[in-house]
């Protein structure tokens, strides 16, 4: 009997060792992967977050499309133009250049406009979630698109 219960005591044991391990593991596996961004696809602007805080009137107000063997993206929003250059690795993604066009924004999308040439530089990590790609710095959310 003393035999048995040592047994049972030892799978117990191990499996939460195991358990965690293969959580880890999923979780290390997730964090790493790259994220499968599309040539020519264009991705819609759901949220700008400045400061923590949502931008909700950004909402469908710009796009973004990627060109993945130049390493290049264009972000538009109806009026101007900002040409990009990016670099990614696993999970890291960085805006290696943000140029935006001579035009200036109508007063009713300069807020989207400076919001974009503010947080696209400040990009570190992107992220896949279904079809939305998912753009962050080291401590906060930066950017949400949807395709």
Do not use: M, W
């Given at each position: 009997m003393k035999l048995v219960n040592l047994f049972l005591k030892s799978i117990k044991?191990?499996?939460?060792?195991?358990?965690?391990?293969?959580?880890?593991?999923?979780v290390f596996f997730a964090i790493a992967q790259k994220p499968n961004i599309k040539t020519g696809t264009s991705y819609?602007?759901?949220?700008?977050?400045?400061?923590?805080?949502?931008?909700?009137?950004?909402?469908?107000?710009?796009?973004?499309?990627?060109?993945?063997?130049?390493?290049?993206a264009a972000c538009?929003?109806?009026?101007?133009?900002?040409?990009?250059?990016?670099?990614?690795?696993?999970?890291?993604?960085?805006?290696?250049?943000?140029?935006p066009a001579a035009a200036a924004c109508p007063d009713h999308l300069v807020g989207i406009e400076s919001d974009l040439k503010e947080n696209?530089?400040?990009?570190?990590?992107c992220i896949q979630d279904n079809k939305r790609l998912i753009f962050f710095n080291k401590k906060d959310t930066l950017l949400v698109f949807y395709e």
């Open positions: 044991k191990y499996s939460k060792v195991s358990l965690s391990l293969s959580l880890v593991f999923t819609n602007l759901e949220s700008i977050f400045i400061s923590g805080q949502k931008n909700t009137l950004a909402k469908d107000k710009a796009t973004l499309t990627f060109d993945t063997k130049k390493k290049t538009s929003n109806k009026c101007t133009h900002l040409e990009l250059r990016y670099c990614s690795k696993r999970n890291k993604f960085k805006f290696i250049s943000v140029i696209l530089p400040k990009v570190d990590r």
